[in-house]
């Protein structure tokens, strides 16, 4: 099965090897009809330590790292 890939902004980069990365989807309301916003944020293993507060980037599912890490940063999208 593949892996899934999502794209978001990272928000935090201060734990080492570790980005917390805010991912925001949009969606049509059902009853309202209006577009919602709503985002999730995740925490995504960055072996490089390349990511920087602000950038956004791409990451994947990957097995668990530890508790709370089960994504991997794939590369910076522009």
């Known amino acids: ?4 890939i999502l794209t978001g902004k990272v928000i935090s ?8 990365v805010r991912v925001e989807r949009r969606f049509m309301h059902p009853v309202m009809q209006k577009t919602v916003r ?12 390349n990511a920087k507060v602000g950038d956004v980037i791409r990451i994947r599912e990957c ?6 890490k089960c ?8």
């Open 38 to 49: 709503k985002s999730k944020r995740y925490r995504a293993h960055d072996a490089g330590m």
């Open 71 to 78: 994504w991997e940063v794939v590369e910076q999208a522009s």
């Open 13 to 20: 980069s201060q734990s080492e090897g570790t980005v917390t």
């Open 1 to 4: 099965m593949p892996r899934k």
């Open 63 to 68: 097995p668990p790292r530890s508790k709370t």
